[in-house]
């Protein structure tokens, strides 16, 4: 069982900046996303990164915005937010695949427990 620990959630307002982080038990060689969920709405695909770096993939709200990152020394995945919008609102799960990354969450089988992010208005 690989364990995932997200932190650096909060409330910013609008146009406000936030880094997030994961941190990851094990060595494997994951690939790591981000995925975000607001109320009563399906958890949504945030950004992707292999597990060597070499290749990333955003959802088209963020791009530009967003940054995904990571650093295998200390087995932590980073999502630099920047720019951030009340649409941005939401919990935020760091996931990890064996395989390739994807942008489905049914693609993923370790999961964080989630940190809030709130964007005011």
């Known amino acids: 069982q690989v364990q995932l620990v997200e932190s650096g959630g909060g409330l910013v307002q609008t146009g406000g900046s936030l880094r997030l982080s994961c941190a990851a038990s094990?060595?494997?060689?994951?690939?790591m996303a981000w995925f975000r969920q607001a109320p009563g709405k399906e958890r949504d695909f945030v950004a992707t990164v292999n597990w060597n770096a070499g290749s990333t993939y955003y959802a088209d709200s963020v791009k530009g915005r967003f940054t995904i990152s990571r650093d295998n020394a200390k087995n932590t995945v980073y999502l630099q937010m920047n720019s951030l919008k009340p649409e941005d609102t939401a919990v935020y799960y760091c996931?990890?695949?064996?395989?390739?990354?994807?942008?489905?969450?049914?693609?993923?089988?370790?999961w964080g427990q989630g940190t809030q992010v709130t964007v005011s208005s």
């Open positions: 996931a990890a695949s064996v395989g390739y990354g994807s942008i489905s969450n049914l693609d993923y089988r370790y």
């Open positions: 094990g060595r494997a060689r994951y690939s």
